[in-house]
């Protein structure tokens, strides 16, 4: 999310930006205090921050449903039934939900007859023409009946400035801004969205996320060497697959298969709401109960089972593109609740963030192997233990391995000699700027309570952050870069370009 800004917390700021003393904590108490937070009967929670500077509301719906909760065969399915949620209800989007309906069926039964045929070892031609030409027409039938994007429509024509959805490996996000005079419009439409689902157009949508796929991931060497990353360093954590999941699963996958899921992951008690802005906490409690609470409640979805196994040596992977060379290098390290988070968070941060970071430094600056370089942690996601990872693209003439040599240098600095001190009083001032900057704006602050209730266990964490990075100590550093940066359990991934290809 991008982060912006509430003018409660400037005094605070004022304070923190010269770091001359800790953190104001009356003021983080005091909106800590504001918060309310409730639960409707059939399990859905909500949790309002009322704050009246400006007649505006922000809207954060969290489900707690990404592509770490797909097996296989059904992989991309949480990003596809993002997509499929613009495409209205049995109210908002159709012109006659009856007839269209009555359509699905045969088209699901054809769909299935077509993908089948193709698949034998020899199928006949004849019959595919047969039933592709049927089930062209019954789409086209159906989509008589479609008032194209009337979803998406209705929240624009009443504000909507920031009508978002987003889909990672631990969560489907669906994000608005409104007037807060449209508060309950919001609460008809949504709660609709979630009760009333008409999965329409849905062969069309899988082909707009399959070239969605191809774009992203099949016609970018970047794309192409992250998939393979992910794939060899979580041999059986589902973070091994991408978002957009497999083409073969992305080709196969049937509306039952999306309505099933949508059956077993946005059940109530698996969504958490935030609403931040001009609002009564009151009204809201009343409107949601009015709206919300006429979803049936049900059981939260099965966690996801399977931990990442120990890695048992170092694993290296290549992949021949038309690319300059590219190195990536991923540590396992735990998920963001483990007590060596923010530690960890430090060790990113100055070995490898912003352009004053060490690796940009030697890498980039004065060796001049590199265009540029990084780190990145808590990749793919924070929910399962996940990666710390380190990434160059080396200058022409220059290779990975120059890149990964330097690279290893510096960290090895750092289990030897852990940072100095203007490293961490410099992260320490950058951080909890981020951290108050992040509470500044509405939709950023919505984004944040829920984040930190469902990943982290209690909204309340959030205003504990300052905290947390003040307690860091270089020891914590040295000493997490002696635990988690271990040759044996990295795995290394490369670019190499076509010509020189082994």
């Known amino acids: 999310m991008h982060l912006k800004r509430n003018p409660l917390l400037l005094p605070a700021f004022l304070l923190l930006i010269g770091m001359q003393q800790p953190a104001c904590p009356q003021s983080f108490d005091r909106i800590k205090a504001e918060v309310e937070e409730f639960t409707l009967a059939n399990g859905m929670k909500f949790i309002v921050l009322e704050r009246h500077q400006a007649p505006v509301v922000s809207f954060h719906v969290y489900a707690d449903v990404g592509s770490a909760n797909e097996s296989y065969g059904i ?3 949480s990003h596809l039934l993002e997509h499929m949620a613009f495409k209205g209800t049995r109210v908002v989007g159709t012109t006659d939900c009856e007839a269209e309906t009555a359509l699905f069926p045969r088209m699901d039964e054809l769909y299935g007859k077509l993908t089948g045929e193709k698949l034998k070892t020899e199928p006949d031609t004849a019959l595919i023409a047969r039933y592709a030409k049927e089930f062209e027409g019954l789409c086209e039938q159906a989509k008589q009946y ?42 008809s439409m949504t709660s609709d969205r979630f ?21 992203a991931l099949e016609t970018r060497p970047i794309g192409r060497l992250i998939e393979d990353f992910l794939a060899a360093t979580f041999k059986a954590h589902p973070y091994h697959h991408s978002v957009v999941g497999h083409m073969s699963d992305l080709e196969r996958i049937t509306r039952r298969d999306v309505e099933r899921y949508f059956s077993a992951n946005y059940g109530p008690s698996n969504l ?38 120990e890695q048992w040596g170092e694993k290296h992977i290549k992949v021949s593109a038309q690319s300059q060379p590219v190195l990536i290098v991923g540590y396992h390290r735990p998920s963001a609740r483990h007590q060596d988070h923010q530690a960890l968070e430090a060790l990113a941060n100055i070995i490898g963030q912003g352009r004053s970071c060490r690796l940009y430094e030697v890498l980039v600056k004065e060796s001049k192997i590199a265009a540029a370089t990084g780190c990145f942690n808590g990749f793919p996601g924070d929910k399962f233990p996940n990666l710390i990872a380190f990434y160059a693209f080396s200058t022409p003439g220059r290779t990975s391995g120059e890149c990964l ?12 000699e852990s940072v100095t001190d203007e490293e961490l009083r410099k992260f320490k001032r950058s951080t909890v700027k981020d951290l108050i900057d992040g509470m500044k704006s509405d939709p950023d602050m919505a984004y944040q309570l829920t984040y930190h209730d469902v990943v ?47």
Do not use: C
Request: aromatic content about 10%; cysteine-free; charged content about 30%.
């Open 75 to 77: 992989t991309g399915i």
């Open 146 to 187: 479609v008032i194209n994007n009337e979803f998406f429509d209705m929240l624009l024509e009443q504000g909507d400035a920031g009508i978002n959805a987003y889909t990672g490996a631990d969560a489907t996000h669906y994000v608005n801004s409104l007037p807060s005079n449209r508060l309950e419009f919001w609460m």
């Open 195 to 215: 009760f009333n689902p008409v999965f329409r157009e849905f062969y069309k949508e899988k082909d707009v996320v399959m070239e969605e796929r191809r774009l």
């Open 272 to 309: 958490t709401v935030a609403i931040v802005g001009d609002v009564n906490a009151d009204e809201v409690r009343e409107m949601a109960r009015l709206y919300f609470e006429r979803i049936p409640g049900g059981t939260r979805p099965e966690p996801v089972r399977t931990v990442e196994p």
């Open 405 to 416: 040599e330097l690279i290893d240098r510096e960290i090895e600095k750092i289990k030897q």
């Open 456 to 502: 982290l266990g209690d909204w309340r964490l959030l205003f504990d952050g300052i905290a947390k990075v003040e307690a860091i100590t270089a020891e914590d550093i040295k000493r997490v870069a002696n635990q988690y940066l271990v040759a044996g359990s990295r795995t290394i991934g490369e670019i190499i370009p076509e010509e020189t290809a082994d």
